[in-house]
C-alpha cells in the first residue's frame, strides 16, 4: 500500500496563473479531503468527497478553487489566477469511512511568486 | 459550526517531565475525538482516537481521555523524550447528517522537548 500519493511535491507559479494538484487516495476509501496548512491558520477544511460526490466545499475560497473527483482512484485541486496568499501546503487525505483514521499525502507546497 | 480550541501554540519542556497538551471542542452532535502528529517535514498521521465506549486510547506513551461534562479531550505523557518534539494537532468528526465525516482541527501545538 503506497499510501496517498500527491503530485507534484512542489510548485511554482507566477500571480495569475493556474495550478493543478493531483491526489491518488488510497483504494477502497470512500472518503477523501483536501485541506491546506500555513502556519498562521494551520489545518484549513477545503473540501471533501465520500464515494466520488462532493459533500461540503464549505472551505473553499469560491471564486478561483474548484475541485473534481472524476473516479475513485483520483482528484484534483485547481486554483485559478493564483495569488500570493495562496501560497501553502495543500494536504490530500481519505479515510475508509466516517469516523476512521485520515491517512495524509505528503502535500503539495504551493509557492505563488 | 463544530470547533476545536488548542489554547497552547507553543511548549517547551525538559526530557523526562510530564506532557499534557489541552484541547476543548465545541460540537452539536456526540463527536470522535483525535490527535494526530506532524513531524518535521512529514505528513500528519493519527496518534490517538476516541473510543464510544469511554476506554482511554493509549499509543507510543501517550493517552488522552474524552470528558464530556467538560467537551475536552487533553492529551497526556508522563516522561516526555527528545523524539516526540513535533506539531500537535487535535480534531473532531461529528455525525451531522449530510456533512458526516468531515474533521475540524484546531491550530495546533508545537511540542518542543529539550535535554
Known amino acids: 500500500n503506497a499510501g496517498v500519493i500527491q503530485t507534484p511535491r512542489h510548485k511554482v507559479t507566477g500571480k495569475g496563473q493556474e495550478a493543478t494538484l493531483w491526489c491518488e487516495p488510497i483504494s477502497g476509501h470512500s472518503a477523501v479531503f483536501w485541506y491546506r496548512q500555513t502556519i498562521v491558520q494551520g489545518l484549513e477544511f477545503l473540501t471533501y468527497f465520500r464515494n466520488q460526490a462532493p459533500i461540503d466545499d464549505s472551505g473553499m475560497p469560491k471564486e478561483r478553487f474548484s475541485a473534481q473527483m472524476p473516479n475513485q482512484s483520483h482528484s484534483t485541486l485547481k486554483i485559478q489566477s493564483t495569488q500570493p496568499q495562496d501560497s501553502a501546503v495543500y494536504l490530500c487525505?481519505?479515510?475508509?469511512?466516517?469516523?476512521?483514521?485520515?491517512?495524509f499525502g505528503s502535500g503539495t507546497r504551493l509557492t505563488v511568486l | 459550526g463544530d470547533s476545536v480550541t488548542q489554547t497552547e501554540g507553543l511548549v517547551t519542556l525538559t526530557e523526562g517531565l510530564p506532557v499534557m497538551l489541552n484541547c476543548t471542542y465545541q460540537s452539536t452532535y456526540s463527536p470522535f475525538l483525535f490527535w494526530y502528529v506532524q513531524h518535521l517535514n512529514e505528513a500528519p498521521k493519527l496518534l490517538l482516537k476516541?473510543?464510544?465506549?469511554?476506554k482511554r486510547p493509549e499509543h507510543q506513551g501517550f493517552h488522552a481521555t474524552l470528558h464530556k461534562s467538560s467537551s475536552s479531550f487533553h492529551l497526556q505523557k508522563s516522561s516526555a523524550q527528545l523524539s516526540d518534539s513535533a506539531l500537535y494537532y487535535c480534531a473532531l468528526s461529528a455525525n451531522t447528517g449530510a456533512n458526516t465525516g468531515k474533521l475540524t482541527f484546531g491550530h495546533g501545538t508545537i511540542l518542543r522537548v529539550h535535554p
Open positions: 487525505a481519505s479515510s475508509f469511512s466516517w469516523g476512521e483514521t485520515l491517512y
Open positions: 476516541s473510543f464510544t465506549d469511554n
